[in-house]
């Protein structure tokens, strides 16, 4: 069964966008300089992958028509008029053992460097330990009727397909315009921070409901700490989403003001 905290895409990705394993500066933008070592992973840190045929899900969308969170299985207003169905010929959702990946990721010279860089520009970086890809996805309207057994979701005509803005992948090279496509629909990401600095350094009271790695960083006496999160919850990430729309909304209209 998928993870509680597999985070819905807003806009769904190529399936060879996103690696399990995959360490990223921004979860929502996995081009931005990303690292990845299939060689630190190995069959003991990869979870059985789950699988469901005729895969269906019930969908929020917000305002501008981007996906915004899964109801299936939770309790629905019938009167809601933002909700369709997400079908698909099938599920598959691939994920890690988090600890034992993120440990082996953490003995690679080549990973330690590259962390020790984003610890000096102070860059927070998300683990990618959970994919959800979809085959054949198509868009249904969901009619919510209420019975004498409770509430049941039925498809409805075809909606016209909602409006999903490229604000999470602005150079992606798949374009998705058809009523039915495959690719990675969710991921489940943890947050991880890397810090550099002396060995006796105190951490910080937000540190403390991370799991850490301390690896000696150079001839300086330095420690480079990697702490990687619990699973990360989805508001968090909308509210990156949010934050990264904003920012170009506000590039966009200062260039149409030059």
């Avoid at 299936?72 to 010929?89: F, H, N, Q, T, W």
């Avoid at 057994?149 to 798949?174: Q, W």
């Avoid at 934050?243 to 170009?248: I, K, L, P, T």
Wanted: net charge negative.
């Amino acid at each position: 069964m998928a993870s509680p905290g597999l985070f819905l895409l807003s806009q769904p990705l190529p399936p060879n966008t996103l690696s399990l394993g995959q360490l990223l500066p921004n979860p929502l933008s996995p081009s931005s300089g990303p690292f990845f070592s299939a060689s630190t992973l190995g069959a003991q840190d990869l979870r059985e992958p789950y699988i469901q045929a005729r895969y269906k899900d019930l969908v929020a969308f917000d305002d501008e028509g981007r996906l915004a969170a899964s109801l299936s299985g939770r309790k629905v207003d019938p009167s809601r008029k933002d909700l369709i169905l997400l079908l698909a010929d099938e599920m598959e959702y691939r994920s890690l053992q988090p600890n034992s990946a993120f440990d082996n990721i953490c003995q690679d010279p080549a990973a330690l460097a590259w962390m020790r860089s984003m610890a000096a520009q102070n860059q927070t970086l998300y683990f990618v330990v959970g994919l959800q890809q979809l085959k054949n996805a198509t868009f249904k309207s969901a009619v919510i009727q209420e019975g004498p057994l409770g509430v049941s979701v039925t498809e409805g005509p075809t909606p016209s397909k909602p409006s999903l803005p490229v604000h999470i992948r602005r150079d992606s090279s798949m374009d998705i315009t058809d009523s039915s496509s495959t690719g990675v629909y969710g991921f489940e990401v943890r947050k991880v921070q890397c810090r550099l600095g002396r060995t006796d350094e105190p951490h910080l009271l937000e540190d403390l409901d991370l799991s850490w790695n301390y690896h000696r960083a150079g001839d300086d006496g330095l420690q480079l700490s990697i702490g990687m999160s619990k699973a990360l919850q989805a508001e968090e990430l909308r509210l990156l989403a949010a934050a990264m729309e904003d920012a170009s909304d506000a590039s966009y209209n200062s260039s149409d003001s030059e």
